[in-house]
């Protein structure tokens, strides 16, 4: 499990701020409310894999790794899972290499916070299937997966399978769960609230979560299209990137977007970001 978790791309949210303008409000738009639930931190002592140009050496980085619970009126959606729960059972965390990962906290206690338990949640989706973001998927089985077709597509191929046994077993439960594919984007309660978009290249099927809320306006969480805040501000790739040229015909199209819709960026695995967020379980909205 330690190779697979250094394997992908070891990020997670956070969230933004770029403080947008409040949208006008509407009386008639639904009450969105986004959670950032705790589901792992990793301390990097060597920056050196987040930037294939050699920019970050001997830097020192920590990533957080949230799990983002979305209430609408019409439904619960979780979007990315974490690290795995079991790493909370391993007292100091996991070393491996420059990777220090730990769970200090479990997200169905978070979920208990707001009176949910996972079999309340009727939507799961991923940014993609790296272990980083699919540690407790599993859990969700019962809800409908909501999944990009060609990220589906590698997540149960014989050679996925074959080639991350460790990683597989994470999500393992979903290959039989209700599903809903999306090839461009998906509208999830179709409002124009809660809306996946495909944006490849970190894996065959990445995607972002656009959300449109009341009081805050237009917020964009950007799976791991960008790792670290400074990957956007310095155009930097990580290794972790399975296609670098189609990660930057992504980039681009998300700037056009965030321009267009003057959007609060969340990048997932940056800490200031996530910082910035009401802490769990204040909620933005
Ligand atoms: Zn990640």
């Known amino acids: 499990m330690i190779k697979r978790l250094s394997?992908?791309?070891?990020?997670?949210?956070?969230?933004?701020?770029?403080?947008?303008?409040?949208?006008?409000?509407?009386?008639?738009?639904?009450?969105?409310?986004?959670?950032?639930?705790?589901?792992?931190?990793?301390?990097?002592?060597?920056?050196?894999?987040?930037?294939?140009?050699?920019?970050?050496?001997?830097?020192?980085?920590?990533?957080?790794?949230?799990?983002?619970?979305?209430?609408?009126?019409?439904?619960d959606l979780?979007?990315?899972?974490?690290?795995?729960?079991?790493?909370?059972?391993?007292?100091?965390?996991?070393?491996?290499?420059?990777?220090h990962m730990q769970v200090n906290a479990n997200i169905e206690q978070q979920l208990a916070q707001?009176?949910?338990?996972?079999?309340?949640i009727e939507f799961l989706s991923l940014s993609h299937s790296h272990s980083d973001h699919s540690g407790n998927a599993n859990l969700f089985a019962q809800s409908t997966f909501i999944v990009n077709a060609l990220e589906r597509e590698h997540m149960f191929s014989d050679n996925q399978k074959q080639a991350d046994k460790e990683g597989f077993a994470m999500y393992s439960a979903l290959e039989k769960a209700k599903t809903t594919t999306f090839t461009d984007q998906h509208d999830v309660f179709g409002d124009g609230t809660v809306v996946m978009k495909s944006m490849p290249g970190h894996t065959v099927g990445s995607a972002i979560l656009m959300l449109k809320l009341a009081k805050a306006g237009p917020v964009f969480l950007t799976g791991d299209m960008y790792t670290h805040a400074r990957a956007r501000t310095l155009g930097t790739y990580t290794m972790y990137h399975g296609d670098q040229a189609q990660t930057k015909k992504s980039r681009q199209a998300f700037e056009a977007l965030v321009k267009q819709q003057n959007a609060r960026v969340i990048i997932q695995h940056e800490k200031a970001d996530y910082d910035a967020l009401p802490a769990f379980p204040a909620y933005l909205e």
């Open 114 to 120: 707001v009176n949910k338990t996972a079999k309340d």
């Open 78 to 99: 979780i979007w990315d899972t974490g690290l795995p729960q079991s790493l909370a059972d391993i007292p100091g965390g996991v070393k491996m290499g420059v990777y």
């Open 7 to 75: 394997t992908f791309c070891i990020l997670l949210l956070t969230l933004t701020g770029c403080s947008t303008n409040s949208t006008s409000q509407s009386i008639t738009q639904p009450t969105v409310k986004l959670y950032a639930m705790d589901c792992g931190i990793t301390e990097i002592s060597d920056m050196s894999d987040f930037s294939i140009e050699g920019k970050y050496q001997g830097e020192k980085l920590t990533l957080v790794y949230p799990c983002y619970l979305i209430s609408h009126p019409k439904g």
